[in-house]
């Protein structure tokens, strides 16, 4: 009986040795597996404030600016306007005002500009705006 104690000790001794020796692997694929989940939660953090910076560019480029919405109201209107009556037309439209402080000065400043550039012209009695050159269509006649 002797021999079967000791081969049982020595079974015992190896069966704690393999658990020990898995044991220490599991510790190391834990700590392999937390660093992983770091670098995954890192990286998706890049990737995701990629995709959003990407996707309000691509927003951004999308968006019509101010001068091109004014110039679309003034050729659907086809008559000379006023600048609340051009804020009033793109807020009708749906024009976002949202990022804007003071969105009449805005569509204001738009005309004045267009107009000193000899875009539009600037009827001062009406204080209306319009283009130099109206057809039935609304668009200008260029030369």
């Known amino acids: 009986m002797a021999y079967v104690s000791t081969d049982i000790k020595s ?49 951004k480029q999308v968006v019509v600016g101010i001068s091109d919405a004014v110039r679309a109201v003034l050729r659907l209107q086809n ?10 037309a793109l807020d009708m439209m749906g024009y976002d005002f949202r990022d804007l402080a003071n969105p009449s000065a805005v569509v204001h400043n738009t005309l ?11 009827v001062p009695a009406a204080k209306t705006y319009e283009f130099p050159f109206r057809t039935h269509l609304g668009y200008t006649r260029l030369g």
Request: aromatic residues 4%; positive net charge.
């Open 112 to 122: 004045k500009r267009m107009a000193g550039t000899g875009e539009l012209v600037f």
């Open 11 to 59: 079974r015992l001794q190896r069966s704690k040795a393999q658990l020990a020796e898995f044991i220490r692997q599991r510790d190391q694929l834990n700590v392999a597996i937390i660093q992983l989940q770091n670098e995954i939660r890192a990286l998706s953090t890049v990737v995701w404030r990629e995709e959003i910076t990407k996707r309000q560019t691509e927003l």
């Open 79 to 88: 008559k000379p306007m006023s600048a609340g009556h051009v804020k009033d």
